[in-house]
């Protein structure tokens, strides 16, 4: 079974402060999300990558970057926290055109 | 515009009764994938059920069903005879071809709440 797991599930930090919130894979997948859940907005994309180096804008990229350092680990960076990117961050994985793995998520407070 | 769209916030259903949540897409590309996930109290998502575009029955998975009707570009799910641990948010989402990266795309969500 694919196991995707998220460094934290919940944190709390300051406006301002740099943010890194990782992700690591079990399965040798190619494909690695980012995700951000809202109420009432469902998810919607931040960045994905298809391969290690590699990354690609989703539909919601300002404010955040990430890096894919090796296959197994995908990051998402908050340069500069703000109180706007309080939200829940998911982590998801797949292979080829499969259905998505998604790890447990974080709950991001910045206050 | 929205490419998937569910308009139902919420939802309330009698246990053992069947339950259908709404999904309808919008894709010029004859290929996609329709999926549905479930995300409870608890955060994880699951994944349900997936209907390809060219697939040409109904899929299903236990209780779940999904009535596919393409001309009107649905893709409703259907939870036959519904438990209390149904109780959970439940996403559609598309992967179709639009800039070539066959990304994920999710719905707003429904909140079905099934009662005793």
């Known amino acids: 079974d694919v196991k995707v797991t998220q460094s934290s599930r919940y944190l709390v930090k300051r406006t301002g402060e740099k943010v890194f919130l990782e992700c690591v894979q079990d399965m040798d997948h190619e494909n690695m999300f980012w995700y951000r859940q809202d109420p009432g907005l469902g998810l919607r994309l931040i960045y994905f990558s298809y391969d290690v180096k590699m990354k690609e804008k989703g539909d919601i990229p300002e404010g955040y970057s990430v890096s894919r350092e090796k296959k197994e680990r995908f990051s998402l960076i908050l340069e500069s926290a703000s109180t706007n990117q309080t939200s829940m961050y998911l982590c998801a994985t797949r292979e080829y055109n499969s259905p998505l793995h998604f790890g447990n998520g974080t709950r991001l407070t910045v206050t | 515009a929205q490419k998937i769209t569910q308009t139902q916030p919420g939802m309330f259903v009698q246990e053992k009764e069947a339950v259908t949540l709404d999904c309808t897409y919008d894709?010029?590309?004859?290929?996609?994938?329709l999926f549905w996930y479930k995300q409870p109290s608890s955060g994880e998502m699951i994944f349900l059920i997936y209907q390809g575009s060219y697939d040409q029955q109904n899929a299903t998975e236990g209780r779940y069903s999904l009535n596919f009707q393409k001309a009107r570009k649905s893709a409703n799910l259907v939870i036959s005879a519904s438990q209390l641990g149904d109780s959970a948010m439940y996403f559609c989402a598309m992967r179709d071809g639009s800039g070539g990266s066959y990304i994920p795309t999710f719905g707003r969500g429904t909140s079905l709440i099934v009662h005793p």
């Open positions: 894709t010029s590309d004859p290929s996609y994938g």
